[in-house]
């Protein structure tokens, strides 16, 4: 076993796919999804979540998405939302945050700090932090399309700019062995 002696940490977050995680031309079929984990009610872990996805269920004049998808097909249901939620398990920034912001939909999330240190409420997505408020955040966006869509564009460049596996894989080399790379100048070449 090796001892390194570096005691450098960094944080890295999670990241989008822009390959992936794209913006594609779908009929806009659900006013609000949720793509993921729905806990089970013995689960102390994501109770809220639960518990949420439980009343929004309920909403009778919305068309929602509530289960899990893969992939491309995770891809195609964001892009086919009005409006896509996040609940995290445990107030932890996920994946689904860069997922949707990366497919050009607009993200609502319940409010986590690290989560609003990399993107500005109401500019990249909205947070919300009580259920009469998300319920009053999706009335409202549902309503005001342009703003809506222009929030998620916003997302998605904020996403792209600084949040892709690209950069992540530029700050892995660079703060492990000091290998520099101009990130935009690669993608330039594969694209």
């Not at 068309?63 to 107030?91: C, E, P, T």
Request: aromatic share 10%; with cysteine; net charge positive.
């Amino acid at each position: 076993m090796h001892r390194f002696n570096r005691t450098k940490v960094c944080w890295l977050p999670y990241a989008c796919d822009p390959y992936l995680h794209r913006r594609i031309n779908q009929p806009l079929r659900y006013d609000l999804a949720f793509v993921g984990h729905i806990p089970s009610p013995k689960s102390r872990i994501g109770r809220e979540r639960r518990k949420l996805l439980l009343s929004i269920g309920e909403l009778a004049s919305k068309k929602v998405f509530i289960g899990n998808a893969w992939q491309h097909d995770m891809v195609a249901l964001y892009n086919s939302s009005k409006l896509v939620l996040d609940i995290s398990r445990s107030k932890e920034l996920n994946w689904r945050v860069f997922e949707v912001l990366g497919c050009g939909r607009p993200l609502l999330t319940d409010y986590r700090e690290e989560v609003a240190d990399i993107f500005k409420n109401r500019e990249h997505l909205a947070f919300y932090s009580s259920f009469e408020e998300l319920i009053e955040l999706i009335d409202y966006y549902l309503t005001n399309d342009a703003e809506r869509e222009e929030m998620a564009r916003k997302g998605q460049e904020e996403c792209y700019r600084a949040h892709t596996l690209d950069h992540r894989v530029k700050t892995i080399l660079e703060e492990t062995i000091g290998f520099k790379i101009d990130v935009e100048t690669v993608q330039k070449k594969i694209a």
